[in-house]
């Protein structure tokens, strides 16, 4: 069982940054590949950035893609997301999640969610 805890959410205006942590505990992290999703009022939850178990490969979003970086630390059981150039259609929530199976760094078949961070950027 793999506990996924995110940090790091927040009010912000547009242009601004923030960074995202996701802390794991209880499991073997590196057999994991790790995604962040999000789910804005209304729609579905949906990936932003994945990466492979051994933080080789990345996969974005084409909508984040050159703003938003997915990072991991192995040795902390940590997965970062830098956010830079918000835009008020990155507020969402943002959720951590784990999966076995990736291809390219896209999650299939998630094994495990963290609670959820809040992300909301001002115009």
């Known amino acids: 069982q793999v506990q996924l805890v995110e940090s790091g959410g927040g009010l912000v205006q547009a242009g601004g940054s923030l960074r995202l942590s996701c802390a794991a505990s209880?499991?073997?992290?590196?057999?994991?590949?790790i995604g962040w999703f999000r789910q804005a009022p209304g729609k579905e939850r949906d990936i932003a950035a994945g990466i492979t178990p051994s933080g080789r490969i990345s996969y974005y979003e084409d909508s984040v893609k050159g703003r938003f970086t997915i990072s991991r630390d192995n040795a902390k059981n940590t997965v970062y997301l830098q956010m830079n150039s918000l835009k008020p259609e990155d507020t969402a929530v943002y959720y951590c999640a784990a999966s076995r199976t990736t291809v390219n760094g896209r999650l299939y078949g998630i094994n495990y969610w963290g609670k959820g961070t809040l992300v909301t950027v001002s115009s």
């Open positions: 209880g499991g073997s992290f590196s057999d994991y590949a």
